[in-house]
């Protein structure tokens, strides 16, 4: 077969062979359904689910707690990060605090937030932006540091002004790196506001997620799962594509 | 001539030019005591083995690396006021670097521009002017290209080009065409003189090629290293324009024979 249709059908076949396998053993095995319910259950539970407005309440609130913490996420890391890189005594002094912050599993943090924030939306996007926050800083920490010094001195030669300067070199020599940092930060601030609605509070997916464990609705908890799934996907997608537009000469876009 | 009356029609002024990097027993004088005049319009080689100091003396005349001792003159006013490199001074020299330095995220025509927009040209007036200098030195075709699509040649004519927009009264270069092959190197730097003729800049260029040297310069300078300095000034009596052809004459290379002696001698 071509490659170009091996490429279209592998993908097909392996998820429907992973289906088949799936709901072959769920049969001969005789799983209960409340350990693993075969797909089509899943499926049906899925159907009854979007037709709900529940279901689009709570996903909106775990996207607005993702999205707002995302959003103050990359705005800290990338001031933060340029900040530093052009002045180093403040990152000499704030390094002590970095790495203890990177060295500290985030999600420990979680209660400690809904502590100090409450049980709203501001807890959750708070847990989100810290997630979030550490690897847009470290690659734009990274790459504002690395422009080349020759590239520096045609700047310099120009006497372009700072602002200048940060517009027509540092920014877009950066924007590459940065995206691809934040591409890895969105699905962070995904996970901080699930373990936020986890622990607290009575709304988005991750608070139905845990409702319907508690039901044992097991079919319905793998369709939140999905939809989970589903809305990480839509927001990565989003962001490479932010990537790919915003930076369209760089070498991880893939074109000359 | 006497020295005085010379001095107040020059471009160029370098005098008793030292360049120490470090200090203490780690110090390396990259370039010691080094006078210089260059008149105006005129094509002057910096030429010398590896680490002895040219690129720093470019550098320095450039406003790109402060002196230690001596001073750099251009049109009469100082590049360096102590460590702090004068504006104003350095305003109408512009310098071509060993790598072409264009950017990715602008096109051709926006790289060659950028000197115009810098200084705040407004849009139109920078493309049409980006334009019509990017003819002139053969990228008419490639101006919406992103520099990455363009060959090793091109690029090195773009950044020509962005030297050349602001119609500097100076143009440094540094080996600009070190790393381009033979046949392309003699192409560009061919144009690069007719370029330099037509608009009438005053042109200080590095290279360690003896022959590119004396085939471009009215003057080469020959530099020593260990310690950094100016061993020799030697005249190339060539009528302009020049052709490749040049080249094969007995006479250019009795002064190619020359300028080997006097690099030898310096060592």
């Known amino acids: 077969m071509p490659r170009n249709t091996l490429r279209t059908v592998l993908p097909i076949a392996s998820v429907s062979l992973f289906l088949i396998l799936w709901t072959v053993y769920v049969r001969t095995a005789e799983v209960s359904p409340f350990v693993l319910p075969p797909p089509e259950a899943i499926v049906a539970a899925l159907f009854e689910m979007v037709q709900t407005q529940e279901l689009w309440d709570h996903a909106l609130v775990t996207v607005i707690e993702a999205v707002s913490g995302f959003c103050i996420a990359v705005t800290l890391g990338v001031s933060l990060g340029f900040i530093m890189a052009r002045v180093p005594p403040v990152e000499w002094a704030a390094k002590p605090f970095i790495v203890l912050l990177q060295l500290i599993p985030k999600i420990a943090l979680a209660p400690l937030f809904i502590l100090w924030f409450g049980f709203g939306l501001e807890s959750k996007i708070v847990i989100a932006a810290a997630l979030a926050f550490f690897p847009v800083f470290s690659n734009a920490l990274q790459a504002f540091k690395s422009v080349e010094p020759g590239d520096k001195d045609v700047f310099v030669?120009?006497?372009?002004?700072?602002?200048?300067?940060?517009?027509?070199?540092?920014?877009?020599?950066?924007?590459?790196?940065v995206l691809t940092g934040a591409e890895v930060a969105v699905v962070l601030a995904m996970i901080g506001a699930i373990v936020g609605e986890f622990i607290g509070g009575n709304e988005g997916l991750g608070y139905l997620a845990v409702a319907h464990l508690q039901n044992l609705a097991v079919p319905e908890l793998f369709g939140v799962i999905v939809i989970l799934a589903l809305v990480g996907l839509v927001l990565y997608t989003l962001i490479g594509r932010l990537r790919r537009w915003f930076s369209p000469w760089h070498v991880s876009t893939g074109v000359a | 001539m006497p020295f005085d009356a010379q001095v107040m029609d020059m471009e160029i002024q370098v005098s008793g030019l030292t360049k120490i990097f470090g200090d203490g027993p780690g110090a390396v004088t990259a370039i010691?005591?080094?006078?210089?005049?260059?008149?105006?319009?005129?094509?002057?080689?910096?030429?010398g083995p590896s680490g002895c100091g040219k690129t720093t003396l470019l550098r320095i005349i450039a406003g790109l690396e402060a002196p230690t001792r001596g001073g750099v003159e251009v049109r009469g006013q100082s590049i360096w006021n102590g460590k702090?490199?004068?504006?104003?001074?350095?305003?109408?020299?512009?310098?071509?670097?060993?790598?072409?330095?264009?950017?990715?995220?602008?096109?051709?025509?926006?790289?060659?521009a950028l000197p115009l927009r810098v200084a705040k040209v407004d849009k139109k007036t920078r493309r049409d002017r980006a334009a019509q200098i990017c003819e002139?030195?053969?990228?008419?075709?490639?101006?919406?290209?992103?520099?990455?699509?363009?060959?090793?040649?091109?690029?090195?004519?773009?950044?020509?080009?962005?030297?050349?927009?602001?119609?500097?009264?100076?143009?440094?270069?540094?080996e600009p065409f070190g790393a381009l092959d033979a046949m392309t190197r003699d192409a560009l730097n061919l144009e690069l003189m007719q370029v330099c003729a037509r608009a009438k800049v005053t042109t200080m260029l590095v290279t360690h090629s003896i022959s590119e040297a004396a085939f471009l310069s009215d003057r080469v300078v020959v530099l020593a290293p260990r310690p950094a300095r100016i061993t020799d000034i030697v005249d190339m009596p060539f009528d302009r324009p020049r052709d490749l052809d040049l080249q094969q004459s007995t006479q250019f290379q009795a002064m190619v024979g020359l300028l080997r002696r006097a690099l030898s001698e310096g060592h």
């Open chain 1, 157 to 177: 030669m120009l006497q372009a002004n700072p602002v200048q300067r940060f517009f027509m070199l540092d920014l877009p020599n950066a924007l590459p790196v």
């Open chain 2, 32 to 47: 010691e005591n080094a006078d210089l005049a260059l008149q105006p319009g005129e094509f002057v080689s910096l030429l």
């Open chain 2, 84 to 112: 702090t490199r004068s504006t104003k001074a350095t305003r109408p020299v512009s310098m071509m670097f060993q790598e072409p330095r264009l950017f990715p995220w602008f096109s051709v025509l926006d790289n060659v």
């Open chain 2, 136 to 174: 002139t030195v053969g990228l008419k075709d490639f101006l919406h290209h992103r520099p990455t699509a363009l060959s090793g040649g091109m690029r090195q004519r773009a950044s020509l080009a962005r030297a050349l927009v602001t119609d500097p009264q100076v143009l440094l270069l540094d």
